[in-house]
């Protein structure tokens, strides 16, 4: 049986998000549900939320992203986690500039997790490149934020 271009690369997609949501659990962040995540800071202490809506995209359309993390600490104003996993040649790659424009103008600081192996190394290197630039903060592939994460810096 086949499936839609886009469905394994979804749920691959969403396999990287959990990753992000178990190291997140991992360091003590409890997990509430996107509509209680904004007023829940309240709380001071580390939370997130997946898949939580958090402004526009460039063209306007609500930005949903993957992860959104609080610490009172180390992310007082808030830490966006996106998943990008491509495991073979596609279109993913070609989104990668509309992501790094819509985050851009938003005002959260952002990482982004690329992994899967299927990018040309054009395009990895290319978003590579935008980190430091705007709210784009870092481009980690799953090893790399995991040590990320272990220096305490999540």
Same mark, same amino acid.
């Given at each position: 049986m086949? #499936?839609?271009a886009?469905?394994?690369? $979804?749920?691959s997609?969403g396999? /990287?998000?959990?990753?992000?949501?178990?190291? !997140?659990?991992?360091? +003590?962040?409890?997990e509430?549900?996107? %509509?209680?995540?904004?007023?829940?800071?309240?709380?001071? =202490?580390? !939370?997130?939320?997946? =898949?939580?809506?958090?402004?526009?995209?460039i063209?306007?359309? #609500?930005?949903?992203v993957? %992860?959104? !993390?609080? *610490?009172p600490r !180390?992310?007082? +104003?808030?830490l %966006?986690?996106?998943?990008?996993? =491509?495991?073979?040649?596609?279109?993913?790659?070609?989104?990668?500039p509309?992501?790094? /424009?819509s985050?851009a103008? +938003?005002?959260?600081d #952002?990482?982004?997790?690329?992994?899967?192996?299927?990018? #040309?190394?054009?395009?990895k =290197?290319?978003i590579? $490149?935008?980190?430091?630039? $705007?709210? /784009?903060k870092?481009?980690f $592939?799953?090893?790399?934020?995991s040590?990320?994460?272990? *220096?305490?810096?999540?």
């Amino acid at each position: 049986m086949t #499936t839609p271009a886009g469905t394994g690369a $979804n749920r691959s997609g969403g396999r /990287l998000e959990m990753f992000a949501a178990d190291i !997140l659990d991992e360091h +003590n962040y409890f997990e509430v549900i996107p %509509v209680r995540f904004f007023p829940a800071r309240a709380m001071e =202490q580390p !939370l997130f939320a997946r =898949q939580c809506k958090v402004g526009k995209d460039i063209y306007g359309k #609500t930005k949903r992203v993957d %992860v959104i !993390l609080y *610490h009172p600490r !180390l992310w007082k +104003n808030c830490l %966006v986690i996106q998943s990008k996993w =491509q495991s073979s040649h596609g279109s993913v790659e070609e989104k990668y500039p509309f992501e790094v /424009l819509s985050i851009a103008q +938003n005002d959260f600081d #952002t990482i982004i997790i690329l992994d899967g192996g299927g990018y #040309t190394d054009g395009a990895k =290197q290319w978003i590579i $490149n935008q980190s430091g630039q $705007n709210h /784009l903060k870092h481009v980690f $592939n799953q090893g790399e934020f995991s040590r990320f994460a272990s *220096h305490g810096r999540i």
